[in-house]
């Protein structure tokens, strides 16, 4: 089942959202919704790949070195 959220913005960006909405001709809910999907997948592979970065166990590999691994 959903949960409401409720959030405050800046009237800018309110006004932003109501005007992509209009011109996409889609509730307010679904393009919040939506950008919120994107944000937590993006900060899930950026954390991700900074997780393997800190990895000291985790091989780093030049653009060379993974030309001659693939074969290319």
Known sequence: MPTAVSIRLP???SQALDDLAASLDRPKTY???K???T???EYADYQI???RLRD???AVL???EL???LGL
């Open 11 to 13: 009237k800018e960006l």
């Open 31 to 33: 393009l919040v919704r």
């Open 35 to 37: 950008a919120l999907e």
């Open 39 to 41: 944000y937590l997948a």
């Open 49 to 51: 790949a900074l997780d």
């Open 56 to 58: 000291k166990d985790d």
């Open 62 to 64: 030049s653009s060379a």
């Open 67 to 69: 030309k001659k691994t």
